[in-house]
T-cell receptor, first 113, second 112 residues
Framework: KAGVTQTPRYLIKTRGQQVTLSCSPI?????VSWYQQTPGQGLQFLFE???????NKGNFPGRFSGRQFSNSRSEMNVSTLELGDSALYLCASVKTGGGYEQYFGPGTRLTVT | DQQVKQNSPSLSVQEGRISILNCDYT??????FLWYKKYPAEGPTFLISISSIKDKNEDGRFTVFLNKSAKHLSLHIVPSQPGDSAVYFCAAINSGYSTLTFGKGTMLLVSP
């Protein structure tokens, strides 16, 4: 079974631009969560989608948004990029009715210059 | 307010010895705990978990212990191997919700 895939793997953007990251969960998984990882901060929860609805949201500004499609694929968007948005963005999917383990993709490394 | 704390940023252990990684939490509503391992340039990989109704869970070389009264859990790796060198994240969840709260991680280095 294919794992969680994220595209692109690496991205370089300029301050003020916007970016869209994509995540395809494991087949059959309907819940997708997004996390931001920065040095010294661990993984910080951004938001979670289930059946195309945002179910939970972390403490991030409104510049961070996301959505989920009917095939469970998810995108997150960051508008008006700031230098502090440079991070590894991780997507995770959860097996429906299968416990609390989240399965992570390899992440997208975003660098804002 | 950090609800899941891993107070040791790093740990060095010799191959064959025991590695003990610690994690503390403050939210008494957490009732399920997980450990993840992360190599550079990869996403975290689920390692082992424990429910709050248990105090120990074992899977091969990995054992997680939970002390609910102290709000403390630990991951024991015995024997440690060089391939175990990675960042280990502790995570917790309130089963009424679906959001994991992570600690900041502990970098484990196992030397031959």
């Amino acid at each position: 079974k294919a794992g969680v895939t994220q595209t692109p793997r690496y991205l370089i953007k300029t301050r003020g631009q916007q970016v869209t990251l994509s995540c395809s969960p494991i087949s059959g998984h309907r819940s997708v969560s997004w996390y931001q990882q920065t040095p010294g901060q661990g993984l910080q929860f951004l938001f979670e989608y289930f059946s195309e609805t945002q179910r939970n949201k972390g403490n991030f500004p409104g510049r961070f948004s996301g959505r989920q499609f009917s095939n469970s694929r998810s995108e997150m968007n960051v508008s008006t990029l700031e230098l502090g948005d440079s991070a590894l963005y991780l997507c995770a999917s959860v097996k429906t009715g299968g416990g609390y383990e989240q399965y992570f993709g390899p992440g997208t490394r975003l660098t804002v210059t | 307010d950090q609800q899941v704390k891993q107070n040791s940023p790093s740990l060095s252990v010799q191959e064959g010895r025991i590695s003990i990684l610690n994690c503390d939490y403050t939210n008494s509503m957490f009732d399920y705990f997980l450990w993840y391992k992360k190599y550079p340039a990869e996403g975290p990989t689920f390692l082992i978990s424990i429910s709050s109704i248990k105090d120990k869970n074992e899977d091969g070389r990995f054992t997680v212990f939970l002390n609910k009264s102290a709000k403390h859990l630990s991951l024991h790796i015995v024997p440690s191997q060089p391939g175990d060198s990675a960042v280990y994240f502790c995570a917790a969840i309130n089963s009424g919700y679906s959001t994991l709260t992570f600690g900041k991680g502990t970098m484990l280095l196992v030397s031959p």
